[in-house]
């Protein structure tokens, strides 16, 4: 399935480049020992990455808007808010991203999926809507199939041309994701994207896989949308995250 996402973060974001480097080259985001209240922001850039805050992101029915104070701190964790949908305007939602593009990698992130119906929670390697892998989670369709959804989690590669299949594989929860933290993981090479969770191997993709440099994304977001995101969320959701590992320039059998 195809979620559209617009990326209009300002140019500055791109400053740099990262690409080819050896496995060593790695960032290791640990929220365990952050508390309510503290400098989001502040915290992230210590690790080149920062909060997203832009507006009218397109998705249908309704757009979207990420919104930098819907990403706090809970204590030991980075919490991603989406607000109870007000009936009127655009969805509240949250986005992180890194500051720095780079080539191939290995993206690691524990997080624990929001109880509230109506939600995609993203992880991405990105570029745009043509260079893209994400791992999905619909938090409406999770465990229970909808008409239009089976249940599970999505893994993909976006089409490199417009109009065109994206490669894309839905992956049944072997548990319940809102009860606990677990890691989910993408290492992307230029042959191949490999999916896990918790360590094991759920899937890999060869078709479509992004050949240029991108960023690491993490974003909670809803539209409505009853072949997606479903929703609009009737109550605050929050997805919570503990731990961010990146592997820049990887090499599988070094990691």
Known sequence: MISPRHLLLSSALFSAVAYGQSCSDSTTVDFSGVSSGQDVAEFLSQFNMGVSNYNNVPSTPILH?????????????????????????????????????FLYGSLRVTMKSSKTKGICEGIFFFK???????????????????????????????????????????????????????????????????????GSQVNELTDNVPNVPGLFIFNAWSSGDPQWSAGPPTEDSISQISKIVLYKGFVPQDC
Do not use: C
Request: glycine letters at 4%.
């Open 65 to 101: 808007d990420f919104v930098n104070s819907n990403v706090a701190f809970g204590d030991g964790v980075l919490e991603m808010k989406v607000q109870a949908y007000s009936g009127s305007g655009n969805v509240q939602s949250s986005e992180i991203v890194s500051n720095d593009e």
């Open 128 to 198: 745009s809507d043509l260079q893209e892998t994400d791992i999905e989670l619909l938090t409406t369709t999770s465990l229970e199939a909808s008409a239009d959804l089976p249940a599970g989690f999505w893994t993909t590669n976006q089409a490199h041309v417009a109009d065109e299949d994206s490669t894309s594989e839905n992956i049944a929860f072997a548990f319940d994701p809102t009860e606990d933290f677990h890691e989910y993981r993408i290492d992307w090479t230029a042959d191949a994207t490999t999916f896990f969770v918790d």
